[in-house]
Nanobody, 129 residues
Framework: QVQLVESGGGLVQAGDSLRLSCAAS??????????LGWLRQAPGKEREFVVT????????YYSDYVKGRVTITGNNAKSTTYLQMNSMNPEDTAVYYC????????????????????WGQGTQVTVSS
């Protein structure tokens, strides 16, 4: 079993930056065993993909609406993943979820909600105009 805990959400103004964290843990857990991702869900909308990174920590894959503004990084020693968001706008307002997915190959990524096996509780991000 994998436990994921997000933190760092809050209220920011348009144009501001914010960094979210996701701490992963579990019995015999190693962050290198899973593809990781961040997804978000705005009020009244479906949960949507933001970014994913493979087990090998290769080139991340970003959704078009955050590309160039968002960066995912990780600290394997701490089993922690970070989501740096810059130039935020009100459309970024959502609950942000960290997720982990089984991945047989080290280069596999996951872009669909149903592909993820473990989820954090989410952290609220609100961007005011």
């Amino acid at each position: 079993q994998v436990q994921l805990v997000e933190s760092g959400g809050g209220l920011v103004q348009a144009g501001d930056s914010l960094r979210l964290s996701c701490a992963a843990s579990g019995r015999s857990f190693s962050i290198s065993m899973y593809a990781l991702g961040w997804l978000r869900q705005a009020p009244g909308k479906e949960r949507e993909f933001v970014v994913t990174i493979s087990r090998s920590g290769g080139t991340p894959y970003y959704s078009d609406y955050v590309k160039g503004r968002v960066t995912i990084t990780g600290n394997n020693a701490k089993s922690t993943t970070y989501l740096q968001m810059n130039s935020m706008n009100p459309e970024d307002t959502a609950v942000y979820y960290c997720a982990a997915a089984f991945a047989g190959r080290q280069e596999d990524i996951r872009t669909k909600r149903y592909e993820y096996n473990f989820w954090g509780q989410g952290t609220q991000v609100t961007v005011s105009s």
